[in-house]
């Protein structure tokens, strides 16, 4: 069953993925949610429109989490859906920007989809199955130390949570070899689980920003947790740290 939706998961994804594309050469009307930076575009909503639809007309009891004011509770399986995980990149045409689409049963992430449509690449994963990217597998990074690894992060939206992550990047800055900012967390996720990254963390984050990227670093043999350590739950909004695994107590020692 996992890999039905597995395929029925990156079908739609790399499907909402041209539709982004499109709309790169097309007047995007921009708008905001939460804050000045918290952008949407009416690609975010067409995008999710057409994801909802596919999921509702062929999976028509499972239960729905969408970024964009969108739920509906139906089942113990529910699709967890980040129609453009990057819209202010996408609003200013940097092409790193995603769709990310989850499936959770009974709480817990099975199926996770990440797919970068500029790139031509789809991370995935099924629970207990590895992770892949465009069908082949892939694993995390050998490195060991904080020193000699390649970082990536984000700033939240959240501005009471913005000198926290200021002080975190300004200390890992001056003890990892470097640090990305990308603004997209599915993708950076993935770039974990593919060993680009060696490790990633954010403060206050959203289900859909996560769901699917956490399995696939999980999946690729990394480790994934909040700021204490303690196992992930994709509806804890406080923080997440994926690493390769083997500096992640290094790195959360340095975060807090």
Known sequence: MNKD???????????????????????????????????????????????????QKTYPDHSILAEEEFGVEK?????????????????????LFGVSIAVEFEGEVVVGVVHIPLLDETFSAVKSEGAKLNGAGISVSDTTGVSRSLLSTGFPYDPELVPEALEAFSRLVRKSRGIRRDGAAAPDLSFVAAG??????????????VAAGSLIVVEAGGKVTDFAGDPFDIYDSRGIVATNGKNHRELLQKLT
């Open 75 to 95: 089942s113990k399986t529910k699709w967890v859906v980040d129609p453009l995980d990057g819209t202010t990149n996408y609003v200013y045409n940097y092409p």
């Open 5 to 55: 939706l597995l395929q029925f998961a990156k079908s739609t994804a790399r499907e909402a993925g041209d539709l982004l594309v499109e709309g790169l050469g097309e007047e995007r009307k921009v708008s905001h949610k939460t804050g000045p930076t918290d952008l949407v575009t009416q690609y975010d909503r067409a995008s999710q429109e057409l994801i909802v639809e596919k999921i």
């Open 196 to 209: 680009r990254f060696d490790g990633f963390w954010e403060l206050g984050l959203s289900p859909w920003d």
